[in-house]
C-alpha cells in the first residue's frame, strides 16, 4: 500500500514569514499533485511535477519533486492571510488511483 | 467550461437508511473517482468509474457502491447507513495522462 506522508500537519504563522511543507512515501510515483483545500469545498489543483528534481513555481509557490520521485515539498515565500487552508499532496502511477497525504492545515495570522 | 457538480450539498440521514449521491463531471471527462474525507482519515479512496466500468475500488465494505451512465454522470450509493459514514463526499473526474483532478465542492453527509 502507498503512503505519502505530510508534515507538519498543522503550521500557524505571522503574515509576511517563510514556509516549506513536506510530503514523503517509501514509494515511487510517476507524478505527484498539489492541491488546496478551502472549508465547505472540494480540493483545488495547484500543480502536477512528474519529472525527478523538477522544480515549477506559481507566484509565491515553490514545488519540488525529489530525485528518487518519492518527496515533494512546498514553499511559500512571504505567506498572506489568502493562503490560509488545507494544502494535500497525492501521488499518481498509471491508471491507479490517487493516494493523498492528510494535509497541512495552513493558518496565516494578519 | 462548467466545473463538476455534485448533488445535493448537504444532507442528513437516520441510520440504517440508504443514500444516493449524484455527481455530473467536467464535459469530455470519462473517468470519475469518488473519495471520503475525515478529519481522522484524510481522503480515503472510493472506487473510480472510467467509460461505465468500475476500474477501480478501494477498501471499504460492500454497502458503499456506484455506477456511471453512458453520459459520464455518476452516482454512488451507500446503504445501510451507520454513523460512522458521516464525512464529506468528493467525486473528481479528470481526462487523463498526468492531469490532476477537478474536484466538485463535496456532498456533507451527517447521520444522526
Same mark, same amino acid.
Given at each position: 500500500?502507498?503512503?505519502?506522508?505530510?508534515?507538519?500537519?498543522?503550521?500557524?504563522?505571522?503574515?509576511?514569514?517563510? @514556509? %516549506?511543507?513536506?510530503?514523503?512515501?517509501?514509494?515511487?510515483? $510517476? &507524478? *505527484?499533485?498539489?492541491?488546496?483545500?478551502? !472549508? =465547505?469545498?472540494?480540493?483545488?489543483?495547484?500543480?502536477?511535477?512528474?519529472?525527478?528534481?523538477?522544480?515549477?513555481?506559481?507566484?509565491? @509557490? %515553490?514545488?519540488?519533486?525529489?530525485?528518487?520521485?518519492?518527496? $515533494? &515539498? *512546498?514553499?511559500?515565500?512571504?505567506?498572506? !492571510? =489568502?493562503?490560509?487552508?488545507?494544502?494535500?499532496?497525492?501521488?499518481?502511477?498509471?491508471?491507479?488511483?490517487?493516494?493523498?497525504?492528510?494535509? %497541512?492545515?495552513?493558518?496565516?495570522?494578519? | 467550461?462548467?466545473?463538476?457538480?455534485?448533488?445535493?450539498?448537504?444532507?442528513?440521514?437516520?441510520?440504517?437508511?440508504?443514500?444516493?449521491?449524484?455527481?455530473?463531471?467536467?464535459?469530455?471527462?470519462?473517468?470519475?473517482?469518488?473519495?471520503?474525507?475525515?478529519?481522522?482519515?484524510?481522503?480515503?479512496?472510493?472506487?473510480?468509474?472510467?467509460?461505465?466500468?468500475?476500474?477501480?475500488?478501494?477498501?471499504?465494505?460492500?454497502?458503499?457502491?456506484?455506477?456511471?451512465?453512458?453520459?459520464?454522470?455518476?452516482?454512488?450509493?451507500?446503504?445501510?447507513?451507520?454513523?460512522?459514514?458521516?464525512?464529506?463526499?468528493?467525486?473528481?473526474?479528470?481526462?487523463?495522462?498526468?492531469?490532476?483532478?477537478?474536484?466538485?465542492?463535496?456532498?456533507?453527509?451527517?447521520?444522526?
Amino acid at each position: 500500500t502507498q503512503l505519502l506522508e505530510q508534515s507538519p500537519q498543522f503550521l500557524s504563522i505571522q503574515e509576511g514569514e517563510n @514556509l %516549506t511543507v513536506y510530503c514523503n512515501s517509501s514509494s515511487v510515483f $510517476s &507524478s *505527484l499533485q498539489w492541491y488546496r483545500q478551502e !472549508p =465547505g469545498e472540494g480540493p483545488v489543483l495547484l500543480v502536477t511535477v512528474v519529472t525527478g528534481g523538477e522544480v515549477k513555481k506559481l507566484k509565491r @509557490l %515553490t514545488f519540488q519533486f525529489g530525485d528518487a520521485r518519492k518527496d $515533494s &515539498s *512546498l514553499h511559500i515565500t512571504a505567506a498572506q !492571510p =489568502g493562503d490560509t487552508g488545507l494544502y494535500l499532496c497525492a501521488g499518481g502511477s498509471g491508471n491507479t488511483p490517487l493516494v493523498f497525504g492528510k494535509g %497541512t492545515r495552513l493558518s496565516v495570522i494578519a | 467550461k462548467a466545473g463538476v457538480t455534485q448533488t445535493p450539498r448537504y444532507l442528513i440521514k437516520t441510520r440504517g437508511q440508504q443514500v444516493t449521491l449524484s455527481c455530473s463531471p467536467i464535459s469530455g471527462h470519462r473517468s470519475v473517482s469518488w473519495y471520503q474525507q475525515t478529519p481522522g482519515q484524510g481522503l480515503q479512496f472510493l472506487f473510480e468509474y472510467f467509460s461505465e466500468t468500475q476500474r477501480n475500488k478501494g477498501n471499504f465494505p460492500g454497502r458503499f457502491s456506484g455506477r456511471q451512465f453512458s453520459n459520464s454522470r455518476s452516482e454512488m450509493n451507500v446503504s445501510t447507513l451507520e454513523l460512522g459514514d458521516s464525512a464529506l463526499y468528493l467525486c473528481a473526474s479528470r481526462g487523463g495522462g498526468f492531469y490532476g483532478y477537478t474536484f466538485g465542492s463535496g456532498t456533507r453527509l451527517t447521520v444522526v
